[in-house]
């Protein structure tokens, strides 16, 4: 897998999903149907995962993917 492919990864419901997934249970939570999780920005934040700035996304992804694989293995 590529950076570029992570780069251009949209925040599509498969991808919430997984982000979501691999988020230590004392992160995350799921508010009215939609995934929270919380991230560091300037202070702690807790919020929609689709929310997450772009930058911080791309990093959370990526290692959510990195996990996926060895889960696989």
């Given at each position: 897998?590529?950076?570029?492919?992570?780069?251009?990864?949209?925040?599509?419901?498969?991808?919430?999903?997984?982000?979501?997934?691999?988020?230590?249970k004392?992160?995350?939570?799921?508010?009215?149907?939609?995934?929270y999780?919380?991230?560091?920005?300037?202070?702690?934040?807790?919020?929609?995962?689709?929310?997450?700035?772009?930058?911080?996304?791309?990093?959370?992804?990526?290692?959510?993917?990195?996990?996926?694989?060895?889960?696989?293995?």
């Amino acid at each position: 897998m590529e950076q570029s492919d992570i780069e251009i990864a949209p925040k599509t419901k498969k991808n919430i999903n997984l982000v979501y997934k691999h988020t230590h249970k004392d992160f995350k939570s799921i508010r009215d149907g939609v995934k929270y999780c919380m991230w560091y920005d300037n202070g702690t934040v807790s919020g929609p995962i689709e929310d997450m700035p772009d930058d911080l996304w791309h990093i959370r992804l990526r290692s959510s993917k990195k996990k996926e694989e060895k889960e696989t293995v």
